[in-house]
């Protein structure tokens, strides 16, 4: 063993985010001091990026399987059957703290990252979504930010050509100092083609293909489990650089090979590089592996075993192949213009062992470092303390709105609900000719490429009230994701989820997560709709100057439903004149949390809305059968901004107006009470259990004419983007 590294003191140890008792579990795990290599490597797989070790316990609690599922948690990507020998794979990841460090690189790598988590199980991938979560628009580092994010997201996505279909975005002054980037790509494969990552077959060539490991990244996943003090501008070196022209290249020569039978076992390298990807692989396997690193491709002179490890340079996988197949596989590589060595061999031994120039550098046992990670149950406050905390203030009497036309106008164009076109323009949306639902809906969807089928992908999630009831936000996020798929007439299949929040060694915020979870999870066994991948982000809190402290609990979701028929599909938009507009799910009466009572009254008060999660079942399976029976011709899930939010957006989608027949109230046209939807159908045709509440026609909507809300709707980010902040 090489003695040449310096001792390790307890301050190495704490710059590496290990405690003095996770030290003393590494001692105990190896049975004598670790070298600065070894000691990196627990400190990336035992840090919160990759082992979990705050959220695991609960996490465990979550639905996972169903008829549907191939493959829940655990793999690199979620995995769900969609007939006819083909299957969905996809998945949402993170990439926040690197984001608000290097927008553009840190939101172009997120996508090339999560990317790889889907081909390298052997999906092509055919869409990429996006939940964005930024600062009040004002802040003076947001336009940086709003812009380098977008033109990140879209130049990765564009130039590896995968279309970006469509995504969320929310403002709010908790994400000041630490934005949100989750990004989610679905992917299609066969049944009968998809790979793995465990490691297996003693002496089998491990193999490194895709680029050149460099400097960039190193630390990420450790920097990614630490909240932002003053010296985030000190962590750039820590942003990995993405090339999506090599990305492409990777991904046509990594399916190209998966037609073969080369493969034992795949894994992309993503957080914490090198050492994950072997790591995992071999201990999912249990076996061991042996590397020799001068043989690892370097971009860089002079790397240290500590910096290949621990670099989180893109582009790159780790495989395993069947002895003999070496030759056969470098010729594919090589004639993508890809790098191919092969680095190791798989072993019995149980054992990471490094070699480099001659000398062993690093061996120790595989177990500790993924299977026997540190797993804390974290202090939780109980609910009714947690309500005492969170400082919401009651809703308290309302008065009624002066002008419903005029609030109309004005949450049009707030942050929240204005049109994301100038953000979905700078993607390429329409690539590989196969998005049949752009962005603007309830959900995209994408065609299965040469059939008749269609995927239907929505991400959803409304931090305001995660924060003001976690379990009641927990459940939303899940309810509004299978309300907007079923609103497009698809069959919810399965959840993906990106769990943002802040510091889980506040009891507080451990309340937000457990809560969150608990409402998750209950409307994934009510709807169905099971949880099979997923990514926890936490530490996501500031104390850079101009920031704010710990972000909203955001658990985004992202889901799938399968449509059998492409031809048979809902859009937003008003088809005819006098077509009845139909009101399913009752009145609104809800202004807790509404974005009416934030933008027009000035307050963040009052309860969550509750989700009556039999009536959510019941209201999105009739939707989907008004869908599937071609009754209706046109759909929208009310959500933010109520009733005549909803109208309103459909009237601009049609470009054409509506004249309702019932009197509203603030609480009926701004409520956000949930299970709800608009439908259209022509005049004469009866909606059962729905109730009739206007005629599509005209040029206004409330009193406004469709020319003023398309201006308010259209200017929020046009203006916002083109001024000096």
């Not at 005492?388 to 002008?403: C, M, R, T, Y």
């Not at 299978?482 to 510091?503: D, E, I, K």
């Not at 982000?537 to 799938?560: D, F, Q, R």
């Not at 959510?616 to 005549?644: F, P, Q, Y």
Request: aromatic residues 6%.
């Amino acid at each position: 063993m090489s003695s040449s590294a310096p001792q390790i003191t307890p301050q190495i140890v704490a710059e590496h985010g290990l405690s003095p008792e996770e030290y003393d579990r590494v001692l105990k795990a190896i049975g004598r001091e670790p070298n600065l290599t070894e000691l990196g490597i627990f400190s990336v797989m035992w840090s919160e990026h990759c082992s979990y070790k705050s959220s695991k316990i609960h996490l465990m609690k979550l639905p996972t399987k169903g008829p549907q599922v191939i493959c829940g948690p655990g793999e690199n990507a979620g995995v769900v059957d969609i007939g006819d020998g083909q299957a969905a794979i996809f998945k949402m990841e993170s990439h926040n703290h690197p984001s608000y460090i290097e927008p553009y690189q840190g939101a172009a790598t997120g996508v090339g990252g999560i990317l790889r988590d889907v081909f390298t199980m052997g999906a092509r991938p055919v869409a990429n979504m996006n939940a964005l979560r930024f600062g009040r628009p004002d802040h003076p580092k947001m336009k940086h930010l709003i812009s380098g994010v977008v033109h990140g997201i879209g130049g990765y996505g564009n130039c590896v050509g995968v279309p970006t279909v469509g995504g969320e975005v929310n403002f709010h002054p908790a994400y000041d100092g630490n934005i949100l980037v989750n990004a989610m790509t679905v992917g299609i494969a066969d049944t009968d083609k998809i790979f793995y990552s465990a490691a297996s077959g003693v002496g089998n060539p491990i193999v490194y293909v895709g680029s050149k490991t460099g400097r960039d990244g190193i630390h990420g996943a450790t920097m990614a489990s630490a909240d932002f003090g003053e010296d985030s501008e000190e962590k750039r070196p820590t942003v990995q650089v993405g090339d999506p022209f090599t990305e492409k290249l990777l991904i046509e020569a990594c399916l190209e090979l998966m037609a073969s039978d080369a493969i034992v076992a795949i894994q992309d390298m993503g957080a914490a590089g090198l050492t994950s990807s072997s790591v995992e692989m071999a201990s999912k396997g249990g076996v061991g592996l042996h590397l020799k690193m001068d043989d690892v491709p370097q971009r860089e002179t002079g790397m240290t075993t500590y910096e290949m490890m621990l670099s989180e340079s893109q582009e790159r996988m780790l495989m395993v192949l069947k002895p003999g197949r070496e030759a056969f596989a470098e010729a594919i590589f090589r004639k993508w213009e890809l790098d191919f060595a092969v680095i190791g061999h798989v072993t019995d031994t149980g054992r990471m062992v490094l070699e480099h120039k001659g000398e062993i550098v690093c061996d120790i046992p595989l177990a500790p470092l993924a299977d026997d990670a540190p797993l804390y149950d974290r202090p939780s406050m109980p609910k009714d303390e947690y309500k005492i905390w969170s400082k919401v203030e009651p809703l308290g009497e309302i008065a009624e709105s002066a002008d419903i036309g005029a609030d109309l106008i004005t949450l049009m164009g707030s942050p929240d609900i204005a049109s994301r076109r100038w953000i979905w323009e700078q993607y390429d949306h329409m690539v590989g000719a196969d998005t049949v639902q752009r962005p603007g809906g309830d959900a995209a969807v994408v065609r299965v490429h040469g059939s008749s089928k269609g995927i239907a992908i929505s991400t959803d999630c409304t931090p305001r009230y995660c924060y003001a009831d976690p379990y009641e936000g927990g459940k939303q996020a899940i309810a509004e994701c299978y309300r907007n798929l079923s609103a497009v007439g698809s069959t919810p299949l399965a959840v993906t989820n990106c769990l943002n929040f802040a510091n889980p060694q506040r009891p507080e915020i451990m309340a937000q997560l457990t809560g969150c979870l608990e409402g998750m999870g209950d409307a994934c066994r009510a709807f169905d709709f099971p949880i099979v991948s997923g990514n926890v982000s936490l530490y996501n809190e500031s104390k850079a100057t101009g920031g704010g402290s710990a972000i909203l609990p955001t658990p985004a979701i992202g889901g799938i439903g399968l449509l059998a028929d492409i031809d048979v599909m809902a859009t937003v938009a008003f088809k005819n004149e006098g077509d009845a507009i139909w009101l399913v799910g009752g009145e609104g009466t809800h202004l807790g949390q509404s974005i009416w009572l934030r933008e027009i009254a000035g307050r963040e008060a009052g309860n969550a809305p509750k989700v009556d999660l039999a009536v959510e079942r019941a209201n999105g399976d009739a939707v989907r059968a008004l869908v599937l029976a071609g009754t209706v011709n046109a759909v929208h899930d009310i959500s933010d901004g109520g009733l005549i939010v909803t109208i309103a957006e459909m009237a601009l989608a049609g470009k054409i107006g509506a004249t309702l027949d019932v009197a509203l109230t603030t609480a009926s046209a701004f409520g956000e009470d949930q299970s709800r939807y608009v439908v259209t159908a022509p005049a004469g045709v009866e909606i059962a259990g729905a109730v009739k509440i206007g005629t599509v026609g005209g040029d206004s909507v409330a009193g406004v004419s469709i020319d003023a809300l398309r201006t308010a709707h259209e200017g929020f980010f046009p203006a916002l983007m083109d001024s000096e902040l």
